[in-house]
């Protein structure tokens, strides 16, 4: 828990490029959910809220006046924000403002979530684009009151942000942004994850070329990459990357079932070790899915509470809907469903195949299927 005091800089522990504030009851409520739907956050807020679950999600506890904890944010992060009023923002700001090039950006968000506000740094530090792809991610309505909002292409640093991607290193963010603002040739290869990503009302640049695979973007020879997949990549690939952003959306659900009582390590160590096998990335994971009866198994829930998976369950019949190939009668026996990972896996990706079928190894069954974004979830 940071301690704030009069006259000290908090030690903060920074692990994103933003920092989400919430001072209110109501404001925590939000701030937790729009940590899960905008990864690119830290969430910090009052001790008084606590519920318990905190250094697992790596929420940081505060107790004292937020106005001493602005400060140490204001050093480390790219950009605030804040789930607190406009004016008391606008006071604590203040006496920290150096020039337009300095300050990171800051933007506030009403306590019921309807306004998403830029309020400082709004071209030169990101804040216009920030709000823009904040609000998108929390279903808010974005306020920019700069006379002439020129952000009209893709944020970097925040491409596929309201969708819950994530990039993957943050080296090349910004001479890639660079190439995008300067109209250099960027090829962009989408291999999975949500399509609609484009919003502005005008066509997309020529210069921001789509590919239809990494092959093809290769020979093109671009200048920079933007890179959309949840596969780890291949040596022959990486060329991209030299001046390239990779892009982890959320495209890959977990089918699990265990014998009760399965430590999470043991889970942890499956996962880990087929996402390895099939060359996946850990990032790429959107949820967990079993059958209910494990609904409140510890392994479970300790392991999607580890990486802010959220852990989704279905029924016996929710699960028989599925057509599976490889039905079990002595599952159906023990549990009612004729199988568990693999029509989890398929029903909450909405697939109709799996990327893998279901893998036994010690106490855990693994199954994966990847999300059908062209019919949604």
């Not at 940081?60 to 950009?79: E, H, I, N, T």
């Not at 962009?188 to 239809?212: A, F």
Request: some cysteine; charged content about 25%; aromatic content about 8%.
């Amino acid at each position: 828990m940071i301690r704030l005091s009069e006259g000290e800089i908090p030690v903060i522990e920074k692990r994103k490029p933003y920092a989400l504030i919430a001072i209110t009851k109501h404001g925590v409520a939000h701030a937790r959910s729009y940590a899960e739907k905008f990864p690119y956050v830290d969430l910090y807020y009052m001790k008084k809220f606590e519920q318990g679950d905190e250094e697992a999600r790596q929420i940081q506890l505060f107790d004292g006046s937020v106005r001493l904890l602005l400060p140490a944010l204001f050093q480390q992060y790219k950009g605030i924000i804040s789930i607190i009023s406009l004016g008391a923002v606008v006071r604590m700001i203040a006496p920290l403002l150096i020039d337009k090039k300095k300050d990171p950006a800051v933007v506030v968000v009403d306590d019921k979530g309807q306004y998403v506000v830029s309020v400082l740094s709004g071209h030169i530090g990101g804040a216009n684009a920030l709000t823009h792809e904040f609000a998108k991610a929390i279903g808010a309505t974005p306020v920019v009151t700069t006379a002439s909002d020129v952000q009209k292409t893709i944020p970097v640093d925040l491409f596929g942000a309201q969708f819950g991607w994530m990039w993957d290193s943050a080296e090349k963010l910004t001479p890639v942004s660079a190439s995008v603002v300067n109209e250099e040739h960027v090829a962009i290869v989408q291999e999975t994850g949500e399509k609609n990503w484009w919003t502005y009302e005008r066509s997309m640049p020529d210069h921001l070329k789509i590919y239809s695979s990494i092959d093809e973007a290769i020979h093109a020879k671009p200048q920079a990459t933007l890179l959309i997949t949840d596969r780890l990549i291949e040596e022959n690939e990486k060329v991209l990357l030299e001046n390239g952003v990779l892009y982890r959306p959320k495209s890959i659900v977990l089918g699990i079932g265990c014998n009760r009582g399965t430590a999470m390590a043991e889970i942890e160590q499956v996962i880990e070790e087929t996402l390895a096998e099939l060359r996946l990335s850990k990032k790429s994971v959107k949820a967990v899915a079993s059958i209910d009866l494990k609904k409140n198994e510890a392994g479970l829930l300790e392991i999607t509470a580890k990486y802010n998976w959220p852990f989704v369950t279905y029924s016996p019949d929710e699960l028989n809907e599925i057509p599976m190939q490889n039905p079990s009668e002595t599952v159906f026996k023990y549990t009612g469903a004729y199988g568990v990972s693999e029509p989890a896996a398929m029903r909450y990706a909405n697939a109709k195949e799996l990327l893998l079928e279901k893998k036994k190894s010690g106490n855990v069954t693994i199954s994966i299927a990847r999300v059908n974004f062209e019919e949604g979830e």
